[in-house]
């Protein structure tokens, strides 16, 4: 795990934005176990083969999590945003139950192909 995006991570001030941020960080290498991380554009973005798969950030009321190579993907409705090119986005905002397994499952799906 790249030290940047530890230091990304501790450096969240607010607690339940760090705990999502760290699970999900965790979510990621248990699905994608060749990805490698690194910090740019200021947040933690997700690679393999070179090839972007997420990226995680944070704003003032949600964490957003973005899965690339996902044009194909079938999600349930209302649950994402359409990315620019072929990225998909979630919003976290606090108290809502984030379905790490919906999340998991989406990210492998997009990942297998790179």
């Not at 999600?75 to 809502?96: H, I, N, W, Y």
């Amino acid at each position: 795990m790249n030290e940047e995006v530890t230091k990304f991570i501790a450096q969240i001030k607010v607690p339940w934005q760090a705990e999502i941020c760290s699970k999900l960080r965790q979510v990621i290498h248990e699905t994608v176990p060749d990805v490698t991380e690194r910090i740019q554009y200021g947040k933690p973005h997700f690679l393999k083969n070179g090839k972007y798969t997420a990226v995680i950030s944070t704003a003032k009321g949600w964490v957003s999590f973005s899965i690339f190579n996902a044009a194909a993907l079938e999600v349930p409705e209302g649950q994402f945003e359409a990315g620019s090119g072929d990225r998909l986005t979630t919003k976290l905002p606090e108290g809502k139950t984030v379905d790490y397994e919906l999340l998991s499952s989406l990210l492998k799906q997009a990942s297998d192909s790179l």
